[in-house]
């Protein structure tokens, strides 16, 4: 089963891929040590 995003329509094949993407990329406010994201919006 295809997991996505709601946010930005993508689409993952996995859980973990997705959860990953949805932590970087729409987290909310509260930024750790991260890095920019590799998925800018």
């Given at each position: 089963?295809?997991?996505k995003c709601p946010d930005?329509?993508?689409c993952f094949s996995s859980h973990k891929a997705f959860e990953r993407h949805t932590l970087?990329?729409?987290a909310?406010?509260?930024h750790?040590?991260?890095k920019?994201?590799?998925y800018s919006v």
């Open positions: 089963m295809k997991h930005c329509n993508r970087r990329s729409h909310p406010a509260h750790s040590d991260e920019p994201g590799i």
